[in-house]
Structures are given as structure tokens and as C-alpha cells.
Nanobody, 119 residues
Framework: QVQLVESGGGLVQAGGSLRLSCAASGSTYVMDVMGWYRQAPGKQRELVAV???????NYADSVKGRFTISGDNAKNTVYLQMNSLKPEDTAVYFCHALRIGVRPPIEYWGQGTQVTVSS
């Protein structure tokens, strides 16, 4: 059974940095897409950043230039380096993984890790 295990959340002051990590355990398959979503109180879950087959990346406009996603495709791990954090980055961050080489595609979610940025 595949599980996404996240770590690295916490409390930080505005302008600070945090690094989130996520590893997919129990999978014998390489995930095609891994990424991070976030959900703030009272808001919908939104995409933060994704990395496709360990190479190409996409970011939400709100985090471009501040966040960097990276990963090891072969090890099914993904990281999110968050710099210049703002109070509006406060949310629960969820790791997400997707296999698109099967029909239907299979997706997995982590349990979420809280990131709180104080002003």
C-alpha cells in the first residue's frame, strides 16, 4: 500500500524559510508527477508546485521566485524549499503523487503538514 509521508512543516516568521519533504513508501512504481498543494482555512485546496518525471516544473504564480520544487524521480521523493515566506502562505501543505501510465490514472495524497507564517 502506497503512503506519502511528509515532514518539515512548522512555525516561522515572515521572511523566513522552511523545507518540506515527501517520500512515497510502499510503491514499486515510479510516480510520473509529484507535487505540493495547500489549503488555508476557509479556502479551496490549490496547487503550489509540481515536478513531472523529476524534470520539468510548474508553480503557482503566488510562489514563483520564492519556492523551489525538486525531487528524485527514482526514489519517489519530492521537496519544496520555501523562502521569503509570507503570512498568506499559512496553510496545510499536502504532498501529491500521480501515476499517469495506467488507466485510470492513480493519485495519492499525504496527510498534510501545517505551515504557519507569523507577521
Amino acid at each position: 500500500q502506497v503512503q506519502l509521508v511528509e515532514s518539515g512543516g512548522g512555525l516561522v516568521q515572515a521572511g523566513g524559510s522552511l523545507r518540506l519533504s515527501c517520500a512515497a513508501s510502499g510503491s514499486t512504481y515510479v510516480m510520473d508527477v509529484m507535487g505540493w498543494y495547500r489549503q488555508a482555512p476557509g479556502k479551496q485546496r490549490e496547487l503550489v508546485a509540481v515536478i513531472i518525471r523529476g524534470a520539468s516544473t510548474n508553480y503557482a504564480d503566488s510562489v514563483k521566485g520564492r519556492f523551489t520544487i525538486s525531487g528524485d524521480n527514482a526514489k519517489n521523493t519530492v521537496y519544496l524549499q520555501m523562502n521569503s515566506l509570507k503570512p498568506e502562505d499559512t496553510a496545510v501543505y499536502f504532498c501529491h503523487a500521480l501515476r499517469i501510465g495506467v488507466r485510470p490514472p492513480i493519485e495519492y495524497w499525504g496527510q498534510g503538514t501545517q505551515v504557519t507564517v507569523s507577521s
